[in-house]
């Protein structure tokens, strides 16, 4: 898994290589699941042992510096990165042959993201030329062979409302007449959680997209 560090890195580059943090936390929040209670604290602390500038600075590497003084809460990435390094930064090495779900879905948003913050020309000027049927690419993934006794468990457990918000399921499947609600897994597989029914929660796709992705 990933360190803190480079976590921190990673959204530091997604922001252009300064930031607050406020937007340091919103940016790693978007890469890193299942985030521990302390863990604002955490990126403190990490940024503060990896700047020489600051007192807590463990003296081994030093990637951050405080931009505009050491209480301005502002930090920047000290190295500048090559487009090759901030590639392999972002998802992995060239050479690493199994991909996950969330690395296909964060390269993709992270293009999204170039494309928002380019001109609104440019981006007119590559749709106008883009390819309009879409390429098909094939790569190995990692997917988890999931219990589907916990995710009946679960559902039934439910009884047809989102665990999360209490709303009865918003509406019901065509195919079997029952309640549409996903299973979601608290702490991820692949994070190491536990495909249990203890580790497993049925949501409205509401409360499911945001807990993978809102604030
Ligand atoms: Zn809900
Ligand atoms: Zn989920």
Redesign the pocket.
Known sequence: MATWASDIEKALNNLGGTASYEDIYAEVKSIRSNLPKSWKQIIQRTIQDKSSESDGYKGNEDLFYPVNGLYSGVWGLRKQYSEEEIKKLLFGSEKDETTTFEDIQRKFEHEVNISINDTKEKRGDRLNNANLIPKKIQTTITIYSRNPDVVAEVLLRANGI?E????PAPFIRAKDNTPFLEVHHIMQLSNDGEDSVNNALA??P??HRELHYGI
């Open positions: 989102c999360k918000c209490n709303n949501l409205c509401n409360c």
